[in-house]
Structure formats: C-alpha cells, structure tokens
C-alpha cells in the first residue's frame, strides 16, 4: 500500500508565522485612524491643553507670590469638597505647583476618558459598525485593529502629557514640570490598556465605552475618598490607575514609581485583549447582549425605542454631573472666605460679569455656566446615536412601520432636549442641595437659585442640539460638527478676556449671552438676548424638519 501524504500546513498557519500575521496591516491600519481623528484628536488635545493656559493665565494674577499662595493654602487645606475634587494642596512653591493642583488631577481623570474612548472607537465600534469584518476580508492580521487603536491611546496621552508639561514648564521647576506630563501620559496609557479589555468584553462601543469611563471616573472619586481621610482610607490611592498616578506628585516627590504601574497595565491589558481577540469571534463580546422578547408591550413607538438606547448613557451623565456639581455647592461657602482674603480673586469674578458682594452666588453662575456646556454635549451624543442608527441600517427598519419620518426624528430631537433639560436640573438641584448643607442659606433659596443658574442656559443648550439636527437633517455625515461648535464656543467664552477678544467674537458664542443668575437678580436680567436664541433654535428646528423629510434614508 502506498503511504498517505499529509498536505502541507499553510506558511500562515504555522503558530510562529501565524502571530506574525496577526499584525499584518498594521502600518496602513494606523494611517487610516490617524487620518480619521486628523480633526478630532487635535481639538479634544487643544482644548484640554488650552485649559491649563487659561488657569495658569489666572492663577498667575491671583496667586503670583508666595504670601497669596499660603494664603490659599490655610483656607483650603482642610475643606473635604476641595479635596475630594482636586485633591491636597502641599506644593505652594510656584505658580506652576498651584495650577497641577487646581486643575492637574481632574484634567488627567478627563485625558483617560478621551483615551478610553479613542481605543474604543477604532477596536469595539469598528466592529460594531461591521467595517472591521470588511477590512479583515483583506490582507489584515487579526490583532491589527487592536493594536492600532492601542497606538492611537498611546499617541493621545503622550501628546497631551507633553503638551501640558510645556505649558507650565516656564512657571515653575523643570523636574515639577515633567512630573505633571507625565501624570497625563500615566493615565492616559492605563485607560488604553483598560479600553482594549472592555472592547472585548462588551458587544457594544456603548457598552464598552461605559465601562471604561467608569473605571476611570470611579478611580477619580476613590481618591477623593483617600484624601479626605488619608489615614483610614489611604489604601484607596492605589486601588486605580489614577490614584497612582496622584502619587507621581508633582512640584513634590516626583516619583515616578507609580508611573511604571499605569505602563503595566497598558501592557496587561493589551495582552490580556489580544488574548481575547483571538479566542472569540468576531463581533461578539464576553458579555454577550441580552435578547429582547419576541414581543415588547413597551417599545411601541420610536420614542420607547430612543428611551431604551439612550437610558443607560443618561445615567452615567445624570450620576457624574450631579455628583460633581454636588461638591461644587458645597465649596460655594468658601468662595466667600477667598475672596475676603483675596482681593484680587474678587476682581478676578467681577471681570467675569459678576456684581455685588455675594460671591457664592457668583460662583454659582460660573460653574453652571461651564455645566451648560455639558448639557449641550449630552443632546449632541443623542442625536449621534441617531445617525449611528441610521449607519447600522436600523433606521431604516423602523420607518419601514407606520413610523413617520418627522414622528421619528422628533422622539430623537425630544431624548436630546429632553435629557439637556432633566441634566441641567439635576446640576441645578445638586448645587443647590450642596450649598444647603455647608451654609446657613435655607434650602429653599438654595436649591431656587440652583435652578435659576440653569434656567438661564437652556436657550443656548437648544441653539446648539437644534443647529446639531439640522446637520442631521441635511448633512448627516457632519452631525459630529456639534461637538465642534461647543468647543468652538467654550474657547471663545473661556479665552475672551484672556486674549481681550473683540466683543462681536465673543457674542457668537450662544452661551455668551446667559446672564449671570443668581448673581444677577431676575429684574436686572436682560431677556432680549434668551428670546433671540430661542428664535434661532425655532428655526434650526424647522430647518431640521425640513431636511430630514426631503433626503434619503439611510445616507451612508
């Protein structure tokens, strides 16, 4: 009998070179997303970076000398909102130090967010979207998406961390300088290689995306924890990549120890997701997506189906805004005591539009006005999922039923204002109920000037969610442009007095005509400039209407 011949095992299916093609693609893979972030991922470094500026801008009048910043320090040192939010205030020897604490380990907990969304974007919402089964099709190894999105994180935080040490670099000590990079950098890294794990283990970038920013956020607030009371709940600090990278210490130690834990996890993680990579299948994840019933009493309309996709993302905007403004109430009683033992932080509110002697109330309205930002943020998210619906062809489906064109964009249109409105309220609310707890203000007056504080921005929140949905309407492949128009708006308020920009400048930004509520008593309040945008928002409304009833659906 002639022996049988066993066929030759392929080059690729050999495990040495099967590994090695894993990778293949790689090198054009990366080109891809970098050309496709060529807008976003500047934008989101350089207003994040443009934040530092303006707070050494500031930090540099108010506290220039040494005698304003143990001034700052005795009145701060102890306070648990100021510490649950920035942390402890030790290093007083320059402006430099002072800006690390004022905005460093809040700014780095944001850099992990937006590097956890960056690895998401190219890896889970690839797949997702089923462009990465297309791509696979080619000469692409299996890990080369992952790896790409991993770079992707990795060019993000080393970006930014440099960056931000550039920026302080003048003001303060070399080595204190580079230390704060390298918190950025640290974080940054450690939310990558968190990302990777939650891409594989969700089958959403939803999914993913929640997961990972919790993390991140959940590691800020455990901190906060720890430093309230270092010495019972100072183990908190290394439960999580930002509490690590707090322990760098810039302007201080300087370690930079922990900096070699946040590269382990990047490593572990990314290891661990390629892991998982290659033992799942495509388009899957660990957790798999629970199957609805075969019949739904409730999802009958398309504003049941809007509710249910955006219900879990409005939570974790809801709990983090309400939490965050929380605290912010109540630091607003300590406003009063800086501003007495600062004379320059008075002028520095009153620049800001601020009149009279209640500097809380003043605060107040600074920091809403910042949370209306967020607001806005939150209706552009909603009316992104809309057109990412369309994308996956979904929409598609539903106006297949007797869904309307205008019935559905309007259930969208009402999830984006309606959840502006609610979160508004919540920051109002909380700021409010924080403010009650730390002063003698009744609650009452609290929580009416909390809300009055976010009343005021609704109109601009609308102008910008219904100019968003014109773009949706019409040119639904801009509808990211949003996100662009509120950061557009955030510099220009943000850096206006700072660059003495001309008032016309100033005026384009719809936030820029909020009055300063509380701070500015309801009779004073000029309602032309409200009335106004909400004529706008009324017809970019319509114009929204119009277009999506006239265009194709789904436009790809």
């Not at 509808?479 to 128009?485: D, H, M, P, Q, S």
């Amino acid at each position: 009998m002639t022996a049988a011949t066993l066929p030759a095992v392929p080059a690729l299916e050999r495990p040495a070179l099967a590994l090695r093609g894993a990778f293949a693609g790689t090198g054009d893979l990366l080109r891809l997303a970098l050309r496709r972030d060529r807008v976003l991922l500047p934008a989101q470094v350089a207003v994040c970076v443009l934040l530092f500026v303006s707070t050494l801008s500031s930090v540099s009048e108010l506290y220039g000398t040494q005698e304003q910043r143990d001034t700052i320090h005795a009145t701060l040192v102890s306070n648990p909102a100021f510490l649950v939010l920035l942390g402890p205030y030790e290093n007083t020897g320059s402006v430099a130090s002072t800006v690390s604490w004022r905005v460093g380990i809040f700014m780095v907990a944001v850099f992990g967010v937006l590097a956890v969304m960056a690895v998401v974007r190219h890896t889970r919402k690839e797949e997702q979207l089923g462009r990465l089964e297309l791509v696979r099709a080619a000469r692409v190894g299996s890990l080369a998406p992952l790896v790409t999105g991993l770079v992707v994180g990795v060019i993000f935080s080393v970006v930014s961390g440099a960056l931000t040490a550039a920026v302080v670099w003048p003001e303060g000590p070399s080595s204190g300088a580079v230390a704060l990079g390298a918190q950025v950098v640290a974080v940054g890294l450690a939310a990558s290689g968190i990302a990777a794990v939650t891409a594989q283990v969700a089958s959403s970038s939803r999914g993913a995306n929640s997961l990972g920013v919790w993390i991140v956020i959940g590691g800020y607030l455990l901190r906060g924890g720890a430093d309230v009371d270092p010495d019972a709940l100072g183990w908190l600090h290394w439960v999580s990549p930002v509490g690590w990278a707090q322990q760098i210490d810039p302007y201080g130690a300087n370690d930079y120890r922990p900096f070699l834990l946040c590269v382990g996890v990047l490593v572990v993680g990314g290891l661990a997701a390629a892991w998982l990579t290659l033992h799942r299948d495509l388009g899957a994840g660990l957790i798999a997506e629970r199957r609805g019933p075969a019949h739904s009493a409730s999802l009958t309309s398309a504003a049941a189906l809007m509710v249910r996709l955006t219900r879990s993302s409005f939570v974790i905007w809801a709990v983090s805004i309400g939490v965050y403004m929380f605290f912010v109430g109540y630091l607003m009683a300590t406003a009063g005591e800086l501003v007495t033992q600062n004379e320059q932080f008075a002028g520095y509110i009153a620049a800001m539009g601020v009149q009279g002697s209640d500097i809380a109330a003043g605060f107040a309205a600074l920091i809403m006005s910042w949370t209306a930002y967020a607001g806005a943020g939150y209706g552009v998210t909603v009316l992104q999922d809309a057109r990412a619906e369309e994308s996956l062809g979904r929409t598609e489906v539903v106006l297949a039923t007797r869904a309307s064109r205008p019935g559905y964009l309007g259930a969208w249109l009402a999830g984006a204002v309606g959840g502006a409105v609610l979160l508004l309220g919540i920051a109002g609310l909380a700021l409010g109920a924080g403010n009650a707890l730390a002063s003698d203000t009744g609650w009452g007056t609290s929580l009416g000037d909390g809300l009055g504080a976010a009343v005021v921005h609704l109109p601009a929140v609308l102008v910008v969610i219904t100019l968003t949905a014109a773009l949706l309407g019409w040119f639904p492949r801009l509808v990211g442009l949003g996100w662009a128009v509120i950061a557009a708006s955030f510099l220009v308020t943000l850096l206006g007095s700072l660059l003495d920009l001309p008032d016309a400048v100033v005026d384009l930004s719809p936030f820029a005509h909020a009055p300063a509520v509380p701070a500015v008593a309801w009779a004073d309040v000029d309602w032309a400039p409200l009335g106004w945008l909400l004529l706008v928002a009324a017809g970019l409304l319509a114009l929204a209407f119009t277009g999506y009833r006239r265009r194709d659906v789904p436009v790809v």
